[in-house]
């Protein structure tokens, strides 16, 4: 019988942060037996892990493929999947490097003791950041039911990307950030044919503290409680607009609106083009 893990991510706390599936032997598992799983499970995301391809590097029995699966579909990357499998491999076999083989591509985690638990750094893939068409954006607008008036201008509607796909959107106040309520089948009608994985919601805080939010209707849940993936891709958003220097530790607040507080923390090096993001994990019960 296949042993599936619960963890949460981005939160030392078993009530906070983003849970996720953790199979660290899915060597008898089809795609169907994969998708399977995860629905039952019904978290955002499951990771399913297997031998490593040839050529990846990384210590041996450190190295791995990853496959993540939403309730509805294969994802290509999932940022808090990607945290809670590598802290319950790091309860197994140590803190450390590993090496992950993911459909995006090879992503690098560091697993460190801190604090009287682990906290992991996962590495991107090489990001990019593209502009959001007038109309697409009018759309997603007219979906969540914001007025144009309620965007912040200093943080300009953009496409990103650090394994997949975002629509950032920057929402001038904490409270129209704090009023979520969505037209779903509209919502996931854009993100499909735009093939984004969430729309982030953005508040800027402090200058280097930002609330976020994440729409997740094309992963069949409402809203994604803390999203490693969407918070990389945004680490690559603000640096390409300028919003914060090229060297950069900035700190992720998601969860708050939902009941699960979670924290990202988001590193940019000046000279690197990817983007790190870290945070705690701990098993649920």
Not at 5 to 27: C, K
Not at 211 to 229: L, N, S
Request: proline share 8%.
């Amino acid at each position: 019988m296949t042993e599936v893990l619960r963890y949460t991510a981005f939160s030392a706390d078993p009530a906070g942060g983003n849970p996720a599936g953790v199979v660290l032997d899915a060597s008898g598992l089809d795609e169907a037996g994969m998708l399977r799983i995860a629905a039952g499970l019904g978290y955002s995301e499951t990771a399913f892990l297997t031998a490593p391809p040839e050529g990846l590097g990384g210590a041996q029995g450190r190295a791995f493929t990853v496959r993540y699966f939403s309730p509805k579909a294969e994802v290509p990357f999932c940022g808090h999947a990607t945290v809670a499998t590598a802290v319950a491999l790091a309860e197994r076999i140590g803190p450390g490097e590993l090496v992950f083989a993911t459909p995006a591509g090879t992503v690098p985690v560091s697993v460190t003791a801190e604090d009287g638990g682990l906290r992991a750094v996962l590495t991107s893939v090489e990001p990019y950041v593209e502009e959001a068409g007038p109309a697409d954006l009018a759309e997603a607008l007219a979906a969540l039911d914001w007025p144009e008036s309620d965007l912040d201008p200093g943080v300009p509607p953009r496409i990103a990307y650090a394994g997949a796909r975002h629509l950032v959107l920057g929402a001038a106040t904490r409270a129209r950030l704090a009023n979520l309520a969505y037209d779903f089948p509209r919502l996931e009608a854009l993100m499909r044919r735009l093939d984004l994985t969430t729309v982030q919601l953005v508040h800027r805080t402090g200058p280097a503290l930002f609330d976020v939010r994440d729409p997740f209707p094309v992963g069949g849940v409402v809203e994604d409680p803390a999203t490693g993936a969407a918070a990389a891709a945004f680490g690559a958003y603000a640096r390409e607009l300028g919003l914060v220097p090229a060297d950069a530790v900035l700190t992720l607040r998601q969860g708050e609106d939902m009941g699960r507080p979670g924290v990202l923390t988001v590193e940019l090096r000046e000279g690197d083009t990817r983007v790190r993001v870290g945070g705690s994990a701990v098993r649920i019960a």
